[in-house]
């Protein structure tokens, strides 16, 4: 209650009452950063068009923010959850009808969802006894089902580690530019530093993966097993490595006629095996719902962790061998396609995985095997690996990447009279996002017109993922954009069409390749979709809005 004095001495009463959103929403992604926020953008514009108001709480990478109060739940008129991982703080909906589905639903289409949820044509879901805040949305068996969500899950964890590790060990790398040999990376002590701490927090890449599939699955009790499965999949040298004494060394693989020695299953393990050692958890946790009060913290503190990490023990000693030489297999192949000129091949392949879905399981997958390549644990690979610890197959993935952004950037412009207003605008953000390594950037343009961006951004992406493996570009960071171009460097293990006699040429000629494929690649992609826009809208088959 507002209260205002008017010149005549007389009282005004002014109530002001703030008006709850009629469209209230949750966006979230496995990344917490691009879809999450694209899909809330989405929502907002679409209530704005059917004039309604309309909040939107994220659940992204910085935490939960624009939270949605218990007075806005009560008064709102449509309840939209779009999300691929499991939300949280759900108890605050339950008895309320929500309609549920993925962001890229959302950002497809916001408007049609308002008005199925408006007209009940959509699927709505009644939330009921949801999970508490940090926890799985339910625990329950469906949960199994939704293998994608699980695997993002793992892998949006896994990220932060694989960034910050693999930022780190290159710069140790850079550091020790201009040594070679063995040890190079740890030569001098200051690039010994980073490369010690990065290598230390890279190696922790696949146990987290593991640890958070489970997590996804089944929850705070899935944390040790999973991560049981993701540190076995490393195969830590005490396991399989026989250093000629009876002691803590080749703990395991001493059981085999022959020791294994340095045998990993690596991501392949840990996800399989969170996977088996989810329905563990989930099983035991099920036959001892019925524990009396007092023994609970008995069962949740002692008994379950025990019991499923000697499962998670078993699991992945059964697997661990065949994985292993899947593994083992897979870097080999790639060894080869070094050795006999066919990288670019493995090159054109990423480079349109990382196109197709733009941030999606598809460049997902693409992704974290490039991550994978540079993992220094992962001993299948090292064959592919440079001296520098970078690998082509990293290189392509992420120069790759780059390239529907920057093409949706170079398209705006040079084709103007063939894009709106609006996407102009929006195409002058590409450019930064191009420049970090954030494909998303190209999601609400694939989103409107995926008939014509998804097919330009594979042609382009594909051309730049070969010219960079078939010329050997090696890259040891994960991530970073144009802002670790310093650690790229050229294939020194294998057969390449371009090589350098210095590793300083090596760098400069490097970085210069690099830039070279990703124009020549964002080009012909924003050629593409700019003729062929040109085309449509001539014969009036796309109209601008």
Not at 10 to 20: D, E, Q
Not at 61 to 85: M, P
Not at 225 to 251: F, H, I, Q, R, S
Request: with cysteine; charged share 15%.
């Amino acid at each position: 209650m507002a209260i205002e004095k008017d010149s005549g001495a007389k009282t005004v009463n002014k109530t002001t009452t703030k008006k709850s959103p009629e469209v209230i929403a949750i966006t979230a992604c496995p990344t917490g950063i691009a879809h999450t926020y694209m899909a809330k953008e989405k929502i907002l514009e679409a209530a704005k068009e059917l004039k309604m108001t309309c909040k939107v709480e994220t659940q992204g990478r910085s935490g939960n923010e624009d939270v949605l109060t218990a007075e806005d739940i009560a008064n709102a008129k449509v309840i939209i959850f779009a999300n691929d991982k499991a939300l949280t703080g759900l108890d605050r909906f339950n008895g309320k009808e929500v309609i549920q589905v993925g962001t890229k639903e959302a950002i497809l289409d916001s408007k049609k969802l308002i008005n199925d949820y408006l007209n009940k044509t959509g699927k709505l879901t009644t939330i009921n006894q949801a999970a508490k805040e940090g926890e799985a949305v339910d625990f329950s068996f469906d949960n199994f089902k939704h293998v994608t969500r699980n695997l993002l899950g793992g892998v949006s964890r896994m990220l932060p580690f694989v960034v910050a590790g693999g930022i780190i060990l290159g710069i140790g790398f850079l550091i020790d530019s201009g040594n070679s040999g063995g040890n190079f990376g740890v030569t001098r002590g200051a690039a010994a530093w980073f490369s010690g701490l990065g290598k230390v927090i890279f190696s922790m890449m696949i146990p987290i993966l593991g640890a958070y599939i489970c997590y996804s699955i089944v929850g705070p009790q899935g944390l040790l097993p999973g991560m049981v499965c993701g540190l076995v999949a490393n195969a830590p040298a005490m396991l399989y490595k026989d250093d000629g004494g009876a002691g803590w060394e080749n703990t395991w693989g001493r059981i085999f006629p022959d020791s294994i020695k340095n045998f990993n299953s690596g991501f392949f393990g840990a996800i399989i095996g969170a996977y088996l050692v989810a329905f563990v958890v989930y099983g035991l946790t099920k036959v001892l719902k019925k524990t009396p009060k007092s023994l609970r913290g008995v069962k949740d503190i002692v008994f379950v962790p025990v019991v499923t990490a000697l499962a998670a023990g078993v699991i992945m000693f059964a697997i661990n061998i065949p994985l292993g030489y899947l593994n083992y297999g897979l870097g080999l192949g790639l060894k080869y396609l070094s050795e006999y000129n066919l990288s670019a091949l493995a090159g054109l392949i990423i480079g349109i995985m990382m196109a197709v879905d733009m941030g999606g399981p598809i460049n997902k997958a693409a992704y974290v095997f490039g991550t994978v390549t540079i993992d220094a644990s992962q001993t299948a690979y090292e064959s592919i690996r440079s001296s520098n610890g970078g690998t082509t197959f990293m290189a392509a993935a992420m120069v790759a990447g780059m390239v529907p952004p920057l093409a949706i950037a170079l398209s705006t412009r040079i084709f103007k009279k063939y894009w709106s207003a609006k996407d102009i605008d929006g195409g002058n953000t590409n450019w930064f996002l191009a420049a970090c390594f954030i494909t998303e950037g190209a999601i609400p343009y694939a989103a409107e017109d995926p008939k014509r961006v998804i097919p330009a951004s594979v042609v382009g992406s594909g051309v730049t993922g070969a010219i960079l493996a078939g010329f050997g570009i090696t890259l040891s960071a994960p991530h970073g954009g144009v802002f670790v171009f310093p650690l790229l460097n050229i294939q020194d293990n294998g057969s390449n069409w371009f090589k350098m006699p210095t590793q300083g040429g090596s760098i400069g000629v490097a970085i210069a390749i690099t830039i070279v494929a990703l124009v020549v690649g964002a080009l012909i992609s924003a050629s593409i979709l700019g003729f062929w826009r040109m085309s449509a809208i001539k014969k009036g088959k796309l109209i601008l809005k």
